[in-house]
């Protein structure tokens, strides 16, 4: 009778917990796993890019250079493996892949729409298209965080700070705040130097009336967005990230009895587990960012020169650091 009953319990409460993700057994091979991801990714991009040609006109196409070389061709494919890869190895699930794709597809399309004259239609497609073909792999082989899937239901996962993260007023205002940090490092960037670099470095562009806004109000609907996306990749999973062995270890460190080597990695990342969340999102967010805004402009838009996609890049980036660095310390409060 108790093994019956154990066998019982053990089909009910299959799951276990890896990092802070509620892993539930899966019938695929776990070596099968990753590459069925980016094989899925990849398969449903080149779909859903078909499907839309026609609705969106050939806009994206009038635009883009001839991917006829296959060093073209490799790099795109690498470096979209090499994203699947960072988010599935950094066990990151469905929302945190759906919102760094947002994140880092999202300037190279903002660019083509606003200085390029490519349709909105196209470029909200185009967008849907990127994140949904990063959503369902990952949502599909790996279920949601701890942190992602806290609900106010009184069955809702147990997680730390569950309070800030279902509030949704908290919610609205580091969104609002994210979105601020954008808008605020663009309009930047458009009254100090960047329209020169359009016009230099960006032969072929269509319009520069967009690099001269009236006021950051112009802005901020398109980097709400992004502050939503910014809010759920860096925040939530900061605000709730546990303590661990390691915050005690910190704790008890005393610099008279450590030795050289342990003061040495005290110094460099005694952080407490929150702010190492934090670094590692915020890290992980200026390194996609920075490379997919490159290779999405230099690669494959007709006219661009590397160093015009390198500086453009580089205003993105600095948003996601000021972003990051923001939400990390609002988290702190």
Known sequence: ????????????????????????????????????????????????????????????ARVSRTLDQWWQVSVLVGWRTFELGLGWF???????????????????????????????????SSLVID??????PFRLLRPLSLAHSASTSKHSVAVR???????????????????????????TSYTTFLPVYLVTYFDGIRSIAAAHPNSLVTIFPTTFILGLAAKSFIFTPTVTAAPTAEDANNAAFHPETATLGETFWYNVWGFSSRKKVMIKRTATLMLITGVNTFVQTFVTIEGVEATGAIVYSGVWVAAALITGITLGEVGDV
């Open 161 to 187: 700070n569950k309070d800030i993260i279902t509030s949704y007023t908290i919610q609205a205002y580091t969104t609002i705040l994210a979105g601020a940090i954008y808008a605020v490092t663009l309009f």
């Open 1 to 60: 009778m108790s093994t019956s009953r154990a066998k019982s319990a053990s089909k009910a409460t299959a799951v276990l917990v890896q990092g802070d993700a509620l892993i539930r057994p899966s019938k695929v091979p776990a070596v099968l796993r990753f590459p069925l991801v980016v094989t899925l990714s990849l398969t449903l991009s080149a779909l859903l890019y078909s499907l839309a040609a026609d609705y969106t006109s050939g806009d994206l």
């Open 131 to 136: 994140t949904l073909t990063t959503y369902i």
């Open 90 to 124: 950094g066990n990151y699930d469905g929302y945190d892949l759906a919102s760094l794709s947002l994140l880092s597809h999202g300037p190279p399309l903002y660019l083509l729409g606003s200085f390029y004259e490519v349709s909105l239609r196209s470029v909200v």
